[in-house]
């Protein structure tokens, strides 16, 4: 394992004076304070944060939630892991300042099922925040009371998407819900709820410790602060690395050691692929997004052999609802499959892009959204690689 | 937002309205100005995208979406493009809640519906020649509005799952399912019975039983619900025309069937007619083209119910109110829907005292067929087929019922559903609308009013009432035209009461009392009811009438296909018509029933006979599956 080179988040020894930060201020300062910073989401769809939180602090209602999406499912990703095994205050007191910010007094970690090693050590720091008043009745003091439990995922890939993840701690089959309604307004049981990423979090505490202009300094105008990476695949150093936003694919394949590699799948299976040619883009939320998972593929990698995988991956994972994800996620794994028995004709390949397209746009939730990004752009930069293979 | 068309109550937690969405007062009611194509309209606040196009004559294609069930958004059909967003949205969940500027056939739109289309064919086993639905498939519709002339991503020939044929009542074949789920929203949140639901992930979801199991063995009710709302040939009832085409080319066999009104009041849909056209008459002259040797009406048998239920439930008041006799249930319940009684035998398996011990019509005219009628005709029970033809898919479980051969032999044969029925006159090539009519056969012939409004909602208590008043008053139920207003409508749970005043001596102790009853349709509303009851809140109710389905018999699940609210209405409409036109309309002045106690029933309504033919016991089966 790499050290962890520091910029935001590795530089602080887990914990922070964020949170005590932040309970002397107004909840509308912490969500003006949070839009102010460029905060987005983590988990790689990238929405605002401060938005996200000004919605569900205008929402009216008795009973609020703060979730934290622990369900680090991306294949690709270990980068929550590290988080919540070595940063693990950083974490909750962001949540702890969520629930100050939105008017909400529970929240809820939600640790994928793979996790469940972490759940003793993740209890322990509940406890320890207790007893430090760091959380419970009147924290450090404050009028606010707030506490945190934690529940498990089973391994469903969906249950990383919000409303799915949501069905599930109401303890309903992991699917997506439709929108509108947005958590934002009824999320959990019903009520106004915020879910963010275990870094969105992370950073909200960073944030309040250090100041809006501190934070600002690090990423692009559009992608504020750094971004963990978890890079996994053909390279020297594999881990995780905390990068500004704005670093390009070239810079880190550097610092991984990487530099031969002849594509990078930035975002993990429903992420792109980004050929060399490409390497001097950069990644952020304007250019490459990712959650975090950054796969390098060296120059003897069968690239369709790792679009199939990917493709089987999510024939397996879609959640079964919308007809484009259930149904489609096969048509394109079953292309693959014929380009790899020389059988797929390229009028054929022409109608599953065109398949792939209408998944784009036409998909329920995320998941279905994003599946055949793999497929059309590891068949659009390889094509040519592909099939003279063949 | 996601509320249920007709109910939020029914509405699962994750779909509930939310109360706390921050809608500024004045926007509700309020009118949102949207454009559609290209063309301004005003849509009202909150409505979805797919109510305000069909509202305006744009046509939106829907799978998944049912207007008696929640909002799903997930066969995507429906997706309409949205100014400004990435994605499509599903019209059927999209609430209207800005001004937004929609496109309803754009090229995205199109090729996306037509992906969606040729994706659910290839996975649909089959062909449309060889399949039930041919010529009422949704699917089959879509492929034609879409023009598929090929499978674009092959089509899948293996089977996958064997054909459950375990009920008596329902076939599922899952090889035909597209997942819409519309039995999943029918079964959980319309029925509140939750048998079906979807397991698994991916290409391997399927919808299925607790633990897989056959059909039979979970606490399904049979109320066929799920087959009226499957858009496909997934769903559908235990067809026995093959077994009864056979009993009517034996020579041996004297096959006489039975025609309920709410099948009557339907089964011109499935001839071209718009609903709400009773085709009583007609069908007699075409069932005997078709060959069954007698016609007759279960509304002689549905007068026959009300003798008896309506005794019990005088006598249950006596015994109560002049005895005290503590083992006396009140309410009691009517027992004449099948799914019904299947419900309270899993559901409230404590609580089946409360319901009338008298059979369904159904099953009272098999029992006096095959007893009274081979009689009075000479012929030997063993040779006569009873089929009964019924709206229902239930009463083929309820009429294989260990219990229901009290004549001593099987006393329904068959129970026949509305759909099936009108497969069989089809493929003689008669076209029902054109049949002369004629009448019901004798010994049973005409009968009144009352058993024919059984059919809808409300009909079995508005019939009892006419009868039950008039035995213990001497006089008509005091309502213009004896028609019993309260008891009318498709209102969920009703309630309303008649006071008993000045009664005949005999009924003394009912004088001043005041008549309660409730009327509830649909199991979810039954289920309201029952918790009412456990509760003990329902102690001054006398009398409750329980449908399983929606609208009542007239919406059965063995009722053309489609339905909604709107056919419903139609057909309860044509019930009642039916009901004002005849001579007779009271249980108890039809004289074919007065015959009957007069020749055969010699102890009268609730005497040792008919307590041997016309009365049952239940079965508390619980809904705890092995």
């Known amino acids: 394992m790499p050290s962890r080179k520091g910029i935001v988040l590795f530089d602080t020894k887990g914990s922070s004076n964020g949170l005590a930060n932040a309970l002397k201020k107004t909840r509308q300062d912490i969500v003006m304070e949070i839009r102010e910073s460029g905060l987005r989401g983590r988990g790689g769809a990238g929405f605002p944060t401060g938005t996200k939180w000004m919605l569900a602090a205008a929402a009216i209602a008795d009973r609020k939630y703060v979730v934290c999406n622990a369900d680090e499912g991306e294949p690709g990703t270990f980068k929550d892991r590290v988080l ?240 484009p994800c259930r149904l489609g996620n096969p048509v394109l794994l079953d292309g693959v499959e014929k380009i790899g028995r020389g059988e797929c004709s390229m009028n054929y390949l022409q109608e599953l892009f065109d398949l792939g397209a209408s998944m784009q746009i036409a998909s329920k939730c995320g998941l279905g959204q994003s599946s055949p990004n793999p497929f059309i752009s590891i068949l659009t930069h390889f094509q040519d690689e592909i099939f003279s293979q063949r | 937002m996601h509320t249920c068309p007709t109910d939020p109550h029914r509405t699962p937690v994750s779909n509930q309205p939310h109360t706390v969405r921050p809608v500024p007062q004045g926007e509700i009611g309020s009118q949102v100005h949207v454009e559609i194509n290209g063309k301004p309209y005003k849509a009202p606040f909150g409505a979805t995208i797919l109510e305000v196009c069909r509202e305006m004559g744009i046509h939106i294609p829907t799978l998944c979406y049912h207007k008696d069930l929640c909002l799903a958004g997930l066969c995507r059909v429906c997706v309409v493009e949205i100014e400004g967003m990435r994605t499509l949205q599903a019209a059927c969940t999209f609430p209207i809640t800005n001004p937004i500027k929609i496109l309803t056939a754009s090229e995205k739109v199109r090729k996306a519906r037509r992906h969606i289309v040729d994706l659910l064919i290839s996975d649909h086993v089959g062909e449309c020649y060889s399949c039930h639905r041919n010529g009422n498939c949704e699917l089959q519709s879509l492929a034609k509005e879409y023009g598929v002339d090929s499978y674009r991503f092959g089509h899948r020939t293996e089977r996958r799952y064997e054909i459950d044929r375990s009920s008596y009542s329902l076939v599922r074949d899952m090889d035909k399912c597209i997942l ?64 009864i085409w056979r009993a009517i080319e034996d020579p041996t066999k004297h096959v006489v069937i039975q025609t309920a009104p709410s099948p009557r009041a339907a089964i011109g849909e499935e001839f071209g007619l718009p609903p709400g056209r009773s085709m009583t008459r007609e069908l007699n002259t075409a069932l005997r083209l078709i060959g069954f040797d007698k016609v007759f009406d279960t509304n002689f048998s549905a007068d026959l119910t009300i003798m008896e239920e309506g005794t019990e439930l005088l006598l249950r008041l006596k015994k109560k109110l002049v005895d005290g006799d503590p083992t006396v249930k009140l309410p009691q ?150 028609d019993i207003t309260p008891c009318r409508g498709f209102e969920g749970v009703r309630q309303a009461s008649v006071k008993l005043e000045k009664v005949k001596p005999e009924w003394s102790f009912l004088e001043g009392v005041e008549l309660r009853f409730m009327i509830a349709h649909g199991t979810a509303n039954a289920k309201t009811v029952m918790d009412a009851l456990v509760r003990g809140e329902l102690d001054d109710i006398h009398f409750i009438e329980i449908m399983a389905c929606p609208g009542g018999c007239l919406g059965g699940g063995g009722q053309p296909i489609p339905t909604s609210q709107e056919i419903r209405a139609k057909r309860a409409e044509a019930i009642y018509a039916e009901d004002a036109s005849l001579p007779i309309r009271k249980s108890h002045e039809n004289p074919h029933v007065q015959y009957l106690y007069e020749r055969f029933l010699t102890d009268g309504p609730c005497g040792h006979l008919s307590h041997k033919l016309l009365h049952t016991h239940y079965t508390k089966r619980g809904k705890y599956i092995a």
């Open chain 2, 180 to 243: 819409c789920r519309r039995c999943v929203r029918t079964c959980i949140d319309l029925q509140e019975v939750g048998v079906l639901e979807a397991v698994n992930r991916g290409d391997r979801t399927k919808i299925t039983t607790f633990m897989d199991k056959p059909i039979a063995e979970v606490i399904c009710i049979n109320c066929g619900q799920c087959i009226n709302r499957c858009p496909t040939a997934a769903l559908k009832a235990n067809d026995p025309s093959d077994e």
């Open chain 1, 84 to 323: 919540l095994d070595e940063y693990t205050d950083l974490v909750f007191e962001g949540m702890v300042i969520a629930g100050y910010a939105i008017g909400a007094t529970h929240g809820i970690l939600y640790l994928r099922g793979e996790y469940r090693y972490m759940l003793a050590k993740l209890e322990d720091a509940l406890r320890r925040m207790r007893s430090e008043n760091r959380l419970g009745e009147r924290i450090l003091g404050s009028d606010f009371s707030f506490d945190i439990t934690i529940r498990l995922g089973s391994g469903a890939y969906v249950c990383g998407e919000e409303t799915a993840l949501i069905e599930s701690l109401e303890g309903h089959r992991g699917e997506a819900r439709n929108r509108p309604p947005f958590p934002v307004n009824t999320g959990y049981l019903g009520c106004p709820t915020i879910v963010n990423n275990v870094e969105t979090f992370a950073n909200v505490s960073v944030i309040m410790a250090q100041g809006v202009e501190w934070y600002k300094q690090y990423g692009t105008d559009k992608s504020r602060g750094t971004k963990l990476v978890s890079v996994s695949g053909d390279c020297e150093r594999p881990g995780v690395y905390e990068i500004p936003f704005g670093t390009t694919v070239k810079e880190l394949l550097k610092l991984v050691g990487g530099e031969n590699a002849k594509a990078v799948q930035i975002g993990g299976a429903s992420g792109i692929c980004v050929p060399r040619a490409d390497f001097h883009r950069s990644i952020a939320f304007e250019d490459v997004a990712t959650g975090g998972s950054v796969i390098v593929f060296g120059e003897h990698r069968d690239m369709l052999h790792v679009l199939k995988n990917f493709m089987e991956f999510f024939v397996e994972e879609s959640c079964g609802q919308c007809t």
């Open chain 2, 333 to 482: 319940f009517t027992s004449c829907s099948p799914g019904w009684v299947k419900y309270i035998e899993h559901f409230y398996p404590d609580y089946l005292d409360h319901l009338s011990t008298a059979k369904s019509p159904q099953q009272m005219f098999g029992a006096v067929i095959k007893t009274f009628y081979a009689q009075e005709s000479g012929i030997d029970p063993k040779d006569i087929v009873t089929v009964a033809l019924m709206p229902c898919s239930a009463k083929k479980f309820e009429c294989n019922r260990p219990e229901m051969n009290d004549s001593g032999f099987k006393d329904v044969d068959y129970g026949l559903t509305t759909r099936e029925l009108a497969q069989m006159i089809r493929e003689t090539g008669i076209h029902l609308p054109e049949m002369a009519p004629s009448n019901f056969d004798e010994p049973f012939g005409e009968a009144s009013g009352a058993g024919l409004i059984f059919g809808a909602t409300g009909g079995v208590m508005e019939a009892a009432l006419r009868t039950a008043y008039e035995i213990v008053t001497g006089r008509e139920v005091p309502f213009k035209n004896l």
